[in-house]
């Protein structure tokens, strides 16, 4: 920790629903509290670019506005946590540079990211991660008249579509690859909570008139330089869509690798806590969906507890106990509903590119005993993506265990140089 420049009593990773719960609620014991993020604006991708709009956010603006508003937490924006500096400390990369900054208490609310399974035309220029799209025209974009067709699975389709129409564009379908059957059960459970049956009234108003179709995925995205139409697949039947963009994701997978670098314990791709949202480090709590992919209320009420607990009020957490338990229900059925089918796992032709950044295909890994496997897999562990999107499609296609996190877990600007420990 020599070259320590800060340090916080608690220091929050992540200023997402998650993290903003946990930093408001830690912060409220009169301590000193730090919360990272790399976008210069907290929010986290639900909230992103929400500050203009907040009138129309209510429970955005409630913690947006106690965190801005709380005198001990102190906000690092633009700030990547890239690796560790020891045992309390981590190494924080910046435009203007490396920092270290220690801490008593970590709590990592670090999210989630899209899954995108590869098949062929997926490198198409156009064919965009649902949620990217989305923030990509929140952040200026201009997506006003071009045709959006989303596919992929989960709710975040239905999320980015309404995002994109009232955009300005044209959401020509959304395609979502669960049955109609499993939907059905999913819909009559949002039906009977109140805040979430308003928010599936909003997008219906939204998306009335646009198809959507259940037990349908992209089989192949076609065009010259870019997209310029998919074909979709429902049982037996095929047709084609064109478009501008294909808006796809196949489902969420939590950001685990920095706790996996703490030591973290982790299952089924999440960190493993317990109900105050400690980790298997006793000085390492979890929070979001980072832990498990449950949407905003299981973010709000992890990060809550996990911020209490952390500033020693373990009884303000334990009396949230209800609220999680109902959470955690709230996810086992959203992975029921959107498990993923095993026809995806054979879309992808010998020709397809898996790994973008190099422009390996299908062909290339699939034919690999297990010593090439693993040298395909750890160059492509070194692109720039840094595996995230490659090395996650191959889990799922191969199951193959996915190396370690290693720092830097971003790929470092030229202008800074990761601090040893
Ligand atoms: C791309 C995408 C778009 C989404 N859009 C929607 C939507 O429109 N509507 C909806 O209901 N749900 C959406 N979701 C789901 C939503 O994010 C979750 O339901 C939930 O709100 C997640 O909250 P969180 O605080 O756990 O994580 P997040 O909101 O993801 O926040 C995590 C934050 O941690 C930051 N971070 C991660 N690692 C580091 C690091 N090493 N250093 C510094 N900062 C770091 C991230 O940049 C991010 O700001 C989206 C998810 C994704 C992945």
């Known amino acids: 920790m020599a070259d320590e420049e800060r340090h916080y009593d608690v220091l929050v990773v992540g200023a997402g629903p998650a993290g903003l719960a946990a930093a408001a609620r830690a912060a409220e014991r009169g301590i000193r509290v730090g919360l990272i993020d790399n976008n210069p604006e907290v929010g986290g991708q639900i ?56 801490f008593t208490r970590i709590i990592l609310a ?80 949002v039906a009977s909570d109140k805040v979430k049956a308003r928010q599936g009234r909003s997008i219906r108003r939204a998306l009335r008139g646009v198809p959507y179709h259940a037990g349908a995925w992209p089989v192949e995205a076609y065009g010259g330089e870019r997209v310029e139409g998919v074909t979709l697949r429902a049982g037996w039947r095929k047709w084609r869509e064109s478009c501008d963009y294909l808006a796809y994701s196949s489902g969420l997978l939590p950001n685990v690798e920095l706790a996996t670098l703490f030591g ?14 400690r980790s298997s480090i006793f000085y390492v709590y979890c929070a979001g969906e980072i832990t498990g992919i449950g949407g905003l209320e299981r973010s709000l009420v992890e990060g809550e507890i996990a911020g209490y607990a952390a500033s020693g009020a373990q009884e303000q957490a334990q009396a949230l106990a209800a609220r999680r338990r109902s959470a955690l229900d709230f996810s086992r059925a959203l992975e029921r509903t959107f ?13 397809t590119v898996i790994c973008r950044c190099e422009g390996i295909k299908l062909r290339e890994w699939s034919a690999a005993q297990a010593w090439r496997a693993q040298r395909a897999q750890a160059q492509c562990d070194k692109t720039g993506c840094e595996g995230r999107i490659c090395c996650d499609a191959a889990q799922y296609l191969f199951g193959w265990r996915v190396n370690p996190a290693r720092p830097a877990l971003y790929p470092d600007p030229a202008s800074t140089a990761l601090i040893e420990a």
């Open 339 to 351: 498990a993923l089918r095993g026809a995806l796992r054979r879309l992808a032709a010998p020709e």
């Open 110 to 189: 670090t999210g989630a990211r899209e899954l995108m399974l590869p098949f062929p035309g997926w490198t198409l220029r156009n064919v965009v991660g649902a949620g990217a799209l989305q923030a990509l025209s929140k952040e200026g974009l201009a997506v006003k008249g071009k045709r959006v067709v989303v596919a992929g699975s989960g709710p975040l389709l239905l999320a980015v579509a309404t995002s994109l129409h009232y955009a300005g564009a044209e959401i020509v379908c959304v395609a979502e690859q669960a049955p109609w059957w499993r939907l059905a059960g999913f819909a009559l459970r």
């Open 47 to 102: 909230w992103r670019r929400a500050s203009g709009h907040l009138q129309y956010l209510p429970v955005a603006r409630e913690w947006i506005e106690r965190v801005a508003q709380s005198p001990n937490i102190e906000r690092i924006g633009g700030a990547y946590v890239a690796g560790l500096a020891g045992t309390r400390a981590v190494a924080v990369e910046t435009a203007q540079g490396s920092q270290n900054i220690g």
């Open 264 to 277: 973290c314990r982790t299952e089924r791709g999440a960190v493993s806590v317990d109900r105050q949202q």
